[in-house]
């Protein structure tokens, strides 16, 4: 061969793009890598640079003194004087003011008003959900706690509404506002429910007040959120020809933003309902009214008999407020001339003299013959149940525990601090990029100066597995659901069902089921999580482009590499936000499920509250979870972000 040749050979006339594409590694090697490279770190370093955990560590000695400051200048610092203390009197006088009112309509008063409610707002349907919803507080027996956390919740949300709304006005027409907004409300949407408990509780002391406070405060974001939404999304053509016309900002938003935001601010009223009744059975344990109470009390017997009833109207209060408040912000606007309103209207007003009537004449107490007594019944059928599902339900538990988390939990627990640190680093930094990555590895670290590094991975196992199950069902549900339109009919009554329920709601069956372990805890968390995990996997793959669906299917593609190849990659985001409200929802239930032997942060959290001794550890734990939250956050959300690595190819 000449030189000539030589030069001219194949490679010689392979472009260098083409070389240096052929050059490139799999995009899998790297994370190989860096998997090999963790694992032996570990098996060199294992039970080396531990941080085991004190319950008299300095950290949780200080914040008891700084309680015991708080409790001794309560009545001498000026601003609990004159701040704090009118803040907890004034909110305590609004939760007085409806608990009067309530008990003072009597149940036929509270029963007939919500049926006249229900008609108003989404006609006679609605009405008698209601009536029937709100009649069954009494049926179960449960008729003084049901009316103290109805009380409780009108309370909550009316504070919520006048702060909440007017702030969301105000961000959906300033960016700047905006902008500092967000980042608060990211971290009050994280935090568990059980870390607003603890700063609450050193403020506003126990009971009604700081009850009331904490449930508003988790209650807010969705109400500023949505409403921000609202005005946001309005049509600037009409906020444009509002302007022309010579209005004023006032009369802009009076006659334009909120009249076409309507339908959506009703939606912020209606999760904002939610979220207050999510919180306020957790804040039974700062001495809250109403139904907690009887559900922490089952919760710490392990008694079912007595959960039931109290979880059972927590359900119907749910749902009857929820159908009311939705039939209110999806209703159109009707003129006060048609027949329909005039007849809804006279109705109403019907339904309004009788209720009157009946709850002058009729005693405030629902009578008690028409109780219906079944905790025995209910206790008896538990213990049936598990006596002959014990083969099944201790088969699952052990092989959750033995395979998934004795393994990854003593893998978190004897690993090196700094190994741990590291691999969140590199994980964070590959989905997210050097800023999340820092943030992240920041909170992790932050529990360790908080005290509580052994207790943070133990929380930390529970949840990775608790995602991990909820994930891989609310996968297989999701496609199901977007292949076929008959399996999703079918599922979307139970999913609207779920998303309704409170968190609590979810422990009584794993309890029933498994007793007080921490796969209960797991098990509660899996179901509590699958619904919105559902949901958006549905909508992610259902919005697939059908055009490139059909491409798929003409170039030969069987059903089974369109999902693999084309729907699930182009559903990438939907499924990444799946994977992030699955670990903050998993995260918040493992956290509530330290009442049924879950151990980790969220036993510290409990003990907090109930030993006075434990209360520094309790509230360190509290930022603890709000820290391990963020640091889950911030990763799920920044490969959110990021270009997939087929993506990247392809640029």
């Not at 300095?58 to 309560?74: E, K, L, P, S």
């Not at 599902?389 to 052990?398: A, L, P, Q």
Request: a positive charge.
């Amino acid at each position: 061969m000449t030189s000539r040749q030589a030069s001219l050979s194949p490679t010689h006339l392979t472009p260098p793009a083409s070389r240096s594409r052929t050059a490139t590694l799999p995009p899998w090697v790297a994370p190989l890598t860096g998997v090999a490279v963790a694992v032996a770190a570990y098996l060199v370093f294992r039970d080396t640079a531990l941080l085991p955990h004190d319950d008299d560590a300095a950290q949780f000695g200080f914040i008891n003194g700084v309680r015991d400051w708080v409790d001794t200048n309560r009545n001498e610092s000026p601003v609990f004087l004159f701040f704090v203390n009118y803040v907890r009197l004034s909110v305590g006088g609004l939760y007085d003011l409806f608990h009067l009112v309530l008990h003072g309509l009597g149940w036929a008063g509270v029963i007939g008003a919500s049926g006249a409610l229900g008609l108003l707002a989404g006609g006679w349907r609605i009405a008698l959900l209601a009536v029937l919803g709100f009649g069954s507080f009494g049926v179960l027996g449960v008729w003084e706690a049901s009316v103290d956390t109805l009380a409780l919740v009108l309370a909550a949300v009316t504070l919520s509404l006048l702060v909440g709304l007017p702030l969301g006005v105000w961000a959906g027409r300033s960016v700047r506002l905006r902008r500092l907004l967000t980042p608060v409300l990211d971290v009050m949407q994280i935090m568990p429910t059980f870390a607003y408990l603890a700063p609450m509780v050193l403020f506003f002391q126990i009971g009604n007040a700081s009850a009331t406070i904490t449930t508003m405060i988790y209650s807010i974001p969705p109400a500023i959120r949505i409403t921000a939404l609202a005005i946001e999304q309005v049509s600037p053509t009409a906020v444009e020809a509002s302007t022309a016309l010579g209005a004023t900002r006032l009369q802009t938003l009076r006659k334009v933003h909120i009249p076409l935001a309507r339908a959506t601010i009703g939606l912020a009223v209606n999760q904002t309902v939610m979220m207050a009744l999510a919180m306020v059975v957790i804040a039974a344990l700062i001495a809250a009214p109403g139904l907690g109470s009887d559900i922490i009390r089952g919760l710490s017997r392990a008694n079912v008999g007595v959960m039931l009833p109290a979880g059972i109207a927590i359900v119907a209060m749910a749902v009857v407020l929820d159908r009311i408040t939705m039939a209110a912000a999806t209703r159109e606007p009707v003129p006060p001339g048609p027949s329909s309103f005039r007849s809804r209207r006279a109705g109403t007003s019907m339904i309004l003299s009788a209720t009157m009537l009946a709850s002058w004449n009729l005693p405030a107490e629902f009578p008690q013959g028409a109780v219906l007594r079944f905790a025995g019944p209910v206790n008896e059928a538990v213990n049936w149940a598990k006596f002959s599902w014990y083969g099944v339900t201790e088969t699952v538990r052990n092989i959750a525990t033995e395979a998934f988390l004795n393994p990854l939990q003593t893998a978190l627990t004897t690993a090196p601090w700094w190994l741990v640190a590291a691999v969140v680093l590199a994980v964070a930094w590959r989905t997210g990029g050097p800023r999340p990555a820092v943030t992240a590895v920041g909170c992790l670290l932050a529990t360790a100066l908080l005290g509580l590094w052994q207790h943070t991975m133990e929380t930390l196992t529970t949840v990775l597995v608790g995602v991990t199950l909820a994930l891989a069902v609310g996968l297989v549900l999701g496609i199901a659901a977007a292949r076929s339109p008959r399996f999703a009919a079918v599922q979307r009554p139970l999913l609207d069902a779920a998303q309704t329920m409170p968190a609590f709601v979810y422990l009584l069956p794993a309890l029933a089921l498994f007793g007080a372990t921490r796969f209960t805890a797991i098990f509660a968390s899996v179901i509590y999580a699958v619904p919105p995990v559902v949901r958006l996997v549905e909508d992610g793959i259902r919005t697939v482009p059908p055009v490139v669906v059909e491409a798929a299917r003409s170039s030969g593609s069987t059903d089974r590499q369109l999902l693999w190849k084309v729907q699930l990659p182009m559903a990438r985001r939907a499924v990444l936000l799946a994977a992030n409200q699955g670990i903050v929802m998993t995260l918040a239930m493992v956290v509530v499920g330290g009442l049924v032997g879950a151990g980790g942060l969220g036993y510290d959290v409990v003990s907090g509250f109930s030993q006075r001794t434990d209360f520094g550890m309790g509230f360190a734990a509290g930022v603890a979870t709000v820290l391990l939250g963020i640091m889950l956050d911030r990763i799920t959300q920044g490969a959110d972000g990021r270009p997939s690595p087929r993506k990247k190819r392809i640029a």
